[in-house]
């Protein structure tokens, strides 16, 4: 629980960096991002090894904990040249996101295990973070300075989902 809180205030703090500082927060994103990423990857396989149910899932985050580490360090070792390394990363990763998501849902509205009002918003959502995605892709180093604001904003939802993830599963297990 401990770690969520740390991971999840860290996250928050960097998200405020983002908005509000956003050209400054641009010669230190290597430093920042990098080891956010290390620490997200190490964060994702622990995930998979305290529950210990090896599903199908549970392969997907360990392969994204992979992804994470190995981007990070890359971005730590090209330090200032990896502007382009970070905006093409950032593209992909969103897009890889978004178009799992939407398939998702395109798939449960089809099987009719939830009802087209109720996932519309959802869809909207998807192909909007695909949209931003596909510009980020075009000419990364370009669009970074906007792309690091949206990024202010996905970390405070991440710093939510992580404490809510965290507070979630502590409950199930009974501890609080």
């Known amino acids: ?27 230190y994103l290597p430093f920042i991002l990098g080891p956010i990423l290390i620490i997200l990857g190490i964060f994702r396989f622990h995930q998979v090894f305290e529950d210990l149910k090896y599903t199908r899932d549970e392969a997907f985050v360990a392969g994204n904990g992979t992804l994470y580490i190995v981007l990070g360090i890359l971005i730590l070792v090209k ?3 990896s502007y382009y390394l970070i905006g093409v990363a950032w593209g992909m990763l969103g897009l890889i996101r978004d178009a ?19 996932v519309i918003w959802h869809l909207i959502y998807c192909v909007f973070g695909i949209s931003i995605s596909i510009i980020l892709l075009t000419d990364p180093p370009e669009h970074l300075h906007f792309h690091i604001m949206i990024l202010g904003l996905e970390m405070f939802d991440s710093s939510f989902r992580i404490l809510r993830d965290g507070l979630r599963y502590d409950n199930d297990q009974g501890l609080i």
């Open 1 to 27: 629980m401990v770690v969520q809180i740390t991971i999840s205030a860290i996250i928050f703090v960097v998200g405020c960096l983002c908005i509000f500082i956003t050209g400054s927060i641009m010669q």
């Open 79 to 81: 330090n200032s040249d």
């Open 100 to 118: 799992r998501n939407l398939t998702n849902h395109i798939f449960r509205l089809a099987q009719r295990e939830d009802r087209f009002r109720d």
